[in-house]
Nanobody, 115 residues
Framework: QVQLVESGGGLVQPGGSLRLSCAASGIIFTINTMGWYRQAPGKQRELVALITSGGSTNYADRMKGRFTISRDNTKNTVYLQVNSLKPEDTAVYYC?????????WGKGTLVTVSS
């Protein structure tokens, strides 16, 4: 079935940047939406951004500016560029794939922002 594997997380200094990747595999509709969510310790999971297979993007209001979502349909991969990282960005970042009314989640990649 569908599998999503995130990568690119790690420890970064405040003010630094990261580029997260999520590669999807399996039986996937060509028309779909991929996105990034994050969950900080002790907090609920929140939307970061979404991108359709056609390239349309949608960002959570609080994510606009420092976050950029993109995708490569030939690789079934979605990316998240995060700049000017802050300690409050520390979270597990999850990739989501949605199609046919179903959501599929990756296991997440941990981003830790600390000096």
């Amino acid at each position: 079935q569908v599998q999503l594997v995130e990568s690119g997380g790690g420890l970064v200094q405040p003010g630094g940047s990261l580029r997260l990747s999520c590669a999807a595999s399996g039986i996937i509709f060509t028309i779909n939406t991929m996105g990034w969510y994050r969950q900080a310790p002790g907090k609920q999971r929140e939307l970061v951004a979404l991108i359709t297979s056609g390239g349309s993007t949608n960002y959570a209001d609080r994510m606009k500016g420092r976050f950029t979502i993109s995708r490569d349909n030939t690789k079934n991969t979605v990316y998240l560029q995060v700049n000017s990282l802050k300690p409050e960005d520390t979270a597990v970042y999850y990739c989501k794939l949605s199609f046919a009314g179903l959501d599929y989640w990756g296991k997440g990649t941990l981003v830790t922002v600390s000096s």
